[in-house]
């Protein structure tokens, strides 16, 4: 009876959480990639510069990968290279979408 009772709340609390975060802007989408990729807990906004918070050239693959992905945009490496700030990936996300 017990177990009954788990899988029924399981599942009547699973079906009602959501599955993801709710919608965000694309620059609070990009900000929570970012901290996945590099672990950095500090507080990001469109000014931060990539360098400043240590995004380098690993890292730089793996947010382009994430970023693509979530967006569903292409980047190429000439436009990763020349966006210093988390603005201008996310102006070029709103650009291209």
């Known amino acids: 009876m017990a177990n009954d009772l788990s899988a029924q709340l399981q599942a009547k609390f699973?079906?009602?959480a959501p599955d993801?975060?709710?919608?965000r802007d694309t620059l609070g989408q990009l900000i929570a990639l970012i901290h996945k990729v590099t672990?950095?807990?500090?507080?990001?906004?469109?000014e931060t510069?990539?360098?400043d918070i240590?995004?380098?050239?690993l890292d730089l693959v793996e947010l382009t990968v994430r970023a693509e992905e979530t967006f569903q945009v292409r980047f190429?490496?000439?436009t990763m290279l020349n966006c210093e700030t988390i603005g201008d990936i996310a102006e070029y996300v709103e650009d291209n979408q």
């Open 14 to 16: 699973n079906a009602s």
């Open 54 to 57: 240590g995004v380098e050239s």
């Open 20 to 23: 993801k975060e709710p919608e």
């Open 76 to 78: 190429s490496e000439e």
């Open 49 to 51: 510069r990539l360098k």
């Open 39 to 46: 672990g950095t807990e500090e507080d990001l906004g469109r």
